[in-house]
């Protein structure tokens, strides 16, 4: 089993940056493509960011692409993820995910998931 635990999340103000992390444990995550996640209040869970096992590639929903980061270390078993010029509706819980399949992480049918960190952004 791998254990996934997210950090970094807080309150920001529109047009500030935070750093989430995610740590893995239980399993080295070398073999695993990695993701994150998110999920606001009444709303479905959405895919912000995907990276390859090897880090070669990523992927980001329209909505963060050219402000967020995605990247892994797989020495550390751990990936971050980035988020620059932060909007308001950026704002939810943000799950880190890791599954050995892209298509099955894509789909947010991960075998894997983190238990979350609450990013809030204020305008």
């Known amino acids: 089993q791998m254990q996934l635990v997210e950090s970094g999340g807080g309150l920001a103000q529109a047009g500030g940056s935070l750093r989430l992390s995610c740590a893995a444990s239980?399993?080295?995550?070398?073999?695993?493509?990695m993701g994150w996640f998110r999920q606001a209040p009444g709303k479905e869970r959405t895919l912000v960011a995907l990276?390859?096992?090897?880090?070669?590639?990523?992927a980001y929903a329209d909505s963060v692409k050219g402000r967020f980061t995605i990247s892994r270390d797989n020495a550390k078993n751990a990936m971050s993820l980035q988020m620059n010029s932060l909007k308001p509706e950026d704002t939810a819980n943000y799950y880190c995910?890791?599954?050995?399949?892209?298509?099955?992480?894509?789909?947010?049918?991960?075998?894997?998931w983190g238990q979350g960190t609450q990013v809030t952004v204020s305008s």
């Open positions: 990276i390859s096992s090897g880090g070669g590639t990523t």
């Open positions: 995910a890791a599954d050995r399949f892209f298509s099955r992480l894509r789909s947010a049918r991960a075998d894997y």
């Open positions: 239980g399993r080295t995550i070398i073999n695993y493509d």
